[in-house]
T-cell receptor
């Protein structure tokens, strides 16, 4: 398995501001993923972050809104830019070990 | 179009009895299936998985069954315990080289003491 930590665990932000979420893994991994879980919804993949290359975004998500960094094999950041109340969600990072994926504890974001 | 579906948003079971959670998928390209448990304010916890070349995988109280012809999988928990009360998500992978997961909508399991 993998031990994953995220910072911050939660935040309340004002409309129009940006928040950067950090994800740290206890071992080197090739792929890191960022998901969003909106209230009462399932998990939706935002993007796949591969070290040394640009992140790959899923349909409906764009780099200008959710820029991602992947400076090394144990760390990644996701920025939620120009936030609106619709961005209020839990944001989760995950990594793949073999065929399984393991998740961090999530960052609960509330935009007012 | 939802490719992974969990049609029961909630399930209540008496402690000690069997819990059966169901999941259907539409894309035959999925080749690996996973179940996660999620408590409020926590990330999903990996429970058990199954490859499409198998029809059953067992780990302690948890067993996952896969019926490829019906594109259906189920998670059996026996005996159910109050600590099993959580939201259960099924997920599938195999569509992309990064093995991204496609999640179902989740089933809230409540185990009554």
């Amino acid at each position: 398995s993998a031990v994953i930590s995220q910072k911050p665990s939660r935040d309340i932000c004002q409309r129009g501001t940006s928040l950067t979420i950090q994800c740290q893994v206890d071992s080197q991994v090739t792929m890191m993923f960022w998901y969003r879980q909106q209230p009462g919804q399932s998990l939706t993949l935002i993007a796949t972050a591969n070290q040394g290359s640009e992140a790959t975004y899923e349909s409906g998500f764009v780099i200008d809104k959710f820029p991602i960094s992947r400076p090394n094999l144990t760390f990644s950041t996701l920025t939620v830019s120009n936030m609106s109340p619709e961005d209020s969600s839990i944001y989760l990072c995950s990594v793949t070990k073999g065929y399984e994926q393991y998740f961090g504890p999530g960052t609960r974001l509330t935009v007012t | 179009d939802q490719q992974v579906k969990q049609n029961s948003p909630s399930l209540s079971v008496q402690e000690g009895r069997i819990s059966i959670l169901n999941c259907d998928y539409t894309n035959s390209m999925f080749d690996y299936f996973l179940w996660y448990k999620k408590y409020p304010a926590e990330g999903p916890t990996f429970l058990i998985s199954i490859s499409s070349i198998k029809d059953k995988n067992e780990d302690g109280r948890f067993t996952v069954f896969l019926n490829k012809s019906a594109k259906h999988l189920s998670l059996h928990i026996v005996p159910s315990q109050p600590g099993d009360s959580a939201v259960y998500f099924c997920a599938a992978s195999g569509l992309g080289s990064a093995r991204q997961l496609t999640f179902g909508s989740g089933t809230q399991l409540t185990v009554l003491p």
